[in-house]
């Protein structure tokens, strides 16, 4: 913040002087805590209209300390006056970026992702805990102003707020314990309690992510075609082709198929014996039949599968790709081992997903739980499956096309990998 005017001139202060420096954030302050637009007008205008009348007779502690007591008093009025106490008086809005809760656990409060659920860890805290992360994590207000604002020593005040982030911590991070160490990064974090919330954490994350991966794509199965088409880039299908190395494979595993599209074009070589698409989804495999079935292609089986359990035996494949799918997967590295174990010694696998990105466009409709991968990662995930002669490329040239909410294009780049089974 800003050095308060108090401090900064020893001439009498100007009512204006002050609103202009301190409206912004007690405005932010009641806002907070009321979570009511045109309520948090109405107290911050009477906040500086009781400043105006008493300017004269101000408290001898800097300017800030007095308006936010005056603010804290018009909030209790407030919440007194309609008979409860704000069931969000911290609405945070943002993904949760774990690295800083440790030292700062609001200190990603005024971004714009999470929303509904860390306010429920708040409101476990009591009272006057969860005031005291108000007023310096949110507010940022020293210790000394904090503490003249709560009516406590700076001793006491202190001891308060490690109390309430030590408490605060403990509760956000309870559903982690339940997750396998190191498998997600804080982005990861932030879109499952976006999912399943403080209070509603199942006790199987994977198969609760399973379980919505497939309600989602069996009722998408009729628009995916149409969806598919207006966000792939229109060569994705032949740069991920152009990496395959053995031009006349006789068995092809598509994992993660959706309508058939690719599993189509993958399926043309002249000594292809057997193609497989695999969907988690019995619809999108349905959907699949059916057009197969009607370009007389019965060469091509069409079988539901998780990706964690593929119905095919040991070394069958020639070929695999896995196309835009690892993102859903509550565990890419797994499904890879997975999908390795399926090819021949020598098989190559090629995936090809979402280069890593800060969008998480469809987080929303319980779509994308990853925001792409980076090389490394991808490296990491292959080798450990077995694979050499990994090679990985970010295609910047092939990008994934939306827009956001507020109308921003957004760009994501393909990221290819491949690798060979070992002999």
């Known amino acids: 913040m800003s050095k308060d005017l108090a401090e900064s001139t020893k001439e009498p202060l100007k009512f204006d002087d002050i609103f202009m420096q301190y409206y912004p954030c007690i405005y932010k302050f ?9 309520c948090a007008q109405d107290l911050a205008q009477e906040t500086f209209l009781r400043v105006f009348v008493n300017i004269g007779t101000r408290p001898d502690h800097n300017i800030s300390a007095w308006l936010h007591t005056i603010a804290r008093n018009l ?7 309609n008979k409860r106490i704000s069931s969000r008086e911290l609405l945070l809005k943002d993904a949760l970026e774990y690295e800083q809760i440790a030292s700062k656990p609001l200190a990603a409060i005024e971004n714009e992702e999470t929303s509904e659920q860390i306010y429920k860890v708040l409101n476990l805290l009591k009272s006057e805990q969860r005031r005291a992360l108000i007023l310096r994590e949110i507010e940022g207000l020293s210790y000394d102003d904090a503490a003249k604002i709560m009516g406590i020593s700076v001793s006491a005040y202190t001891s308060l707020l490690s109390r309430a982030r030590n408490r605060f911590i403990k509760l956000i991070m309870a559903p982690c314990t339940k997750m396998e160490k190191g498998l997600f990064t804080p982005k990861e974090y932030t879109v499952l309690y976006r999912w399943f919330g403080i209070d509603a954490w199942p006790e199987n994350p994977e198969q609760e992510i399973v379980h919505k991966a497939k309600n989602y794509f069996d009722n998408s199965a009729d628009s995916f075609d149409k969806f598919r088409n207006s966000l792939y ?3 994705l299908d032949q740069i991920i082709l ?8 006789h068995m092809i595993g598509d994992f993660g198929s959706g309508t058939g599209q690719f599993t189509l074009k993958a399926s043309s070589s002249t000594n292809l014996k057997k193609a ?8 999108m495999i349905n959907f699949s039949k059916q057009r197969f079935k009607r370009k007389g292609l019965h060469h091509i089986h ?4 998780d990706l964690n359990s593929i119905p095919l035996e040991d070394e069958t494949l020639d070929i695999g790709y896995c ?39 469809f987080v929303k409709n ?3 739980l990853w925001s792409g991968f980076n090389p490394d990662q991808m490296a990491k995930w292959l080798n450990e499956a077995g694979l050499e002669s990994v090679d990985i490329k970010e295609e910047k040239d092939c990008v994934f096309s939306s827009t956001t909410q507020e109308g921003e294009l957004v760009k994501i780049p393909l990221l290819v990998s491949s690798g060979i089974k070992k002999i």
């Open 233 to 235: 880039p229109c060569h």
């Open 30 to 38: 009641i806002r907070w805590m009321t979570q009511d637009e045109d």
């Open 242 to 249: 152009s990496r395959v190395l053995n031009e006349d494979p």
């Open 302 to 305: 069409c079988l539901p599968a």
């Open 323 to 361: 196309l835009v799918v690892l993102h859903h997967l509550y565990d890419p590295g797994k499904a890879i081992k997975e999908m390795t174990r399926t090819l021949k010694p020598g098989g190559q696998l090629i995936i090809g997903d979402f280069g890593s990105h800060n969008y998480n466009l």
């Open 276 to 283: 497989y698409a695999f969907d988690i989804s019995p619809n």
């Open 366 to 368: 319980n779509r994308d």
């Open 75 to 81: 909030c209790n009025d407030y919440w007194r006056k």
